[in-house]
């Protein structure tokens, strides 16, 4: 990945006026955005098939004020949901880039219901910690793979021209800092340079380069990624060659959730609905509550860097709303069992340590009692048999440090001012996720992804 010096005089073999590299959910709705203001927009994507990360989450984006929160008699608003996000990150991230997206998050949705077909609706049956009201909408099979589809369609509907097979090598920048094009190679060696005027960085974070995570995130360093590979720090690596700001590199999403050796995602709500994790020893190691973010560096702490998530069959129901979780019952990654003592052997966990746990946590739901690490349990939580086990591990998902950028999306300078035609939105811009794991509130991903993707092709199809 290099930056090119030139005098203008640069002859590209096309020219399109805004360019966009990565067709995720950030690029595709950046597209979408700059199509919607009359702009012709061109994707450049490595994958033969748009996939990224997006198509491996859950594909759930958090938004405030909908008409689908209001039509199920939710009650929220882009302040509740700013002041979560901020709770969240410690207060740590850029306040005015928090405003952007809590107030454009819910007219993103609504827009890609209405405008282009994506039918979400707000799950209502549990909550992810740090959301003060009800506001993760998804798709029918909760699934990443499907929003990216229905994306991809739209863009299609729209005549929005994907050039897939191609990787985005060169940027090319002139004296006065714009951005004048790019170099491409194709699947079959072949280079292309496609001339723009305005670039958007939409290929995602660095947790495919493992270079980078070594250096920027060390607790991670040898934990399994599990987002797409393709994302291997491209807009980090450009930002550094043109003097670009670079922020909260350190920040990233964890996920202390995902089956071995199965490797799929078990769902949170498996712990927000009153589920606990043992080690290997049959010990709770902490208040699983707080996030599954940071969760993830505390479950490879433990013995054999895995534990097990318990619950029973209630929450199971609950988590079966999920594909992912499907799965993980059909590829046999949940063991069961009708006594606690029971689930001990299915988990190969001591018998005596784990019941002791088991009982001593189904006590302080009855009395809603907070435990020895400052976790809450309600009655409501309670759990019967038939209960339930899955051993996970903890994963790195996708960094959330990158480029910074101004309330338009615009890329930073280390001046202070901004490349007046050089965008990130997604995984390449920095996140609102603070400086760490914890800062991470469930749906920041694809908040601003979608958000800030909707927000730069807008902007640049306008030559803002
Ligand atoms: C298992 C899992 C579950 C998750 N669940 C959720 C969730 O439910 N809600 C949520 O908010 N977030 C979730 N996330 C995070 C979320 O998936 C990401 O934050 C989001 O998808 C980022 O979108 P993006 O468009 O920035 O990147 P991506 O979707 O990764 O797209 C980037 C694209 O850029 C392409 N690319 C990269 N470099 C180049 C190059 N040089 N040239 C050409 N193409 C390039 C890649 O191939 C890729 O297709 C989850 C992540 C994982 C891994």
């Excluded at 302080?364 to 309600?378: E, I, M, Q």
Aim: aromatic residues 6%; contains cysteine.
């Amino acid at each position: 990945m290099s930056v090119v010096h030139t005098t203008n005089a640069e002859r590209f073999d096309a020219q399109v006026p805004v360019l966009i590299v990565g067709a995720g959910a950030a690029g595709l709705c950046a597209a979408l955005a700059a199509k919607a203001t009359g702009a012709d927009a061109v994707l450049i994507e490595r994958d033969a098939v748009p996939s990224g990360s997006t198509a491996l989450s859950a594909g759930l984006i958090p938004a405030a004020g909908t008409r689908f929160q209001r039509g199920k008699g939710i009650a929220d608003s882009a302040e509740l949901f700013a002041a979560d996000i901020q709770r969240k990150a410690n207060g740590e991230s850029d306040p005015g880039i928090v405003q952007v997206l809590a107030r454009g998050a819910g007219p993103l949705v609504e827009w890609l219901a209405d405008r282009h077909g994506v039918p979400f609706d707000v799950i209502d049956n549990f909550n992810y910690s740090g959301h003060s009201a009800l506001r993760m909408h998804g798709l029918p099979t909760r699934t990443g793979r499907e929003l990216i589809d229905r994306l991809r369609s739209a863009a299609e509907a729209d005549g929005i021209v994907i050039l897939t097979g191609c990787v985005a090598e060169r940027l090319f920048v002139a004296s006065d800092h714009r951005i004048v094009g790019i170099e491409i190679a194709r699947g079959d060696g072949a280079r292309e340079r496609i001339g723009c005027g305005a670039l958007i960085l939409a290929c995602n974070g660095y947790g495919g380069n493992q270079v980078l995570v070594r250096s920027f995130i060390p607790d991670m360093a040898d934990a399994l990624y599990f987002g797409h590979p393709g994302n291997r720090g491209d807009a980090v690596l450009w930002g550094e060659a043109l003097g670009a700001q670079l922020a909260y590199l350190g920040a990233y999403q964890g996920h202390g959730s995902v089956a071995t050796p199965h490797n799929i995602l078990v769902t949170w709500a498996v712990i927000m609905q009153g589920g606990i994790q043992i080690n290997a020893e049959g010990r709770r190691f902490c208040d699983e509550s707080r996030g599954y973010s940071e969760q993830a560096a505390d479950v490879l702490r433990q013995p054999g860097g895995f534990a097990w998530d318990v619950f029973d069959e209630r929450i199971a129901g609950i988590a079966r709303q999920f594909e992912d979780f499907r799965n993980a019952e059909r590829l046999g990654a949940i063991v069961s069992a009708d006594t606690v003592e029971g689930l001990a052997r299915a988990m190969e966990v001591p018998v005596q340590a784990f019941t002791a746990e088991w009982r001593e946590v189904e006590s302080l739901k009855s009395r809603a009692r907070r435990d020895r690490f400052g976790r809450r349990f309600t009655p409501d939580q309670k759990c019967a048999a038939p209960l339930r086990g899955v051993k996970v591990t903890g994963a790195l998902f996708h960094t959330q440090g990158g480029l910074a950028i101004d309330a338009n999306a615009r890329v930073k300078m280390k001046s202070g001012s901004v490349f007046s035609n050089l965008y990130a939105a997604g995984g390449a811009a920095a996140g609102v996720s603070g400086s760490g794991a914890a800062g991470y509130l469930s749906g920041n991903g694809l908040l601003t992804a979608t958000v800030l993707g909707r927000l730069a092709g807008d902007k640049a199809g306008r030559g803002i």
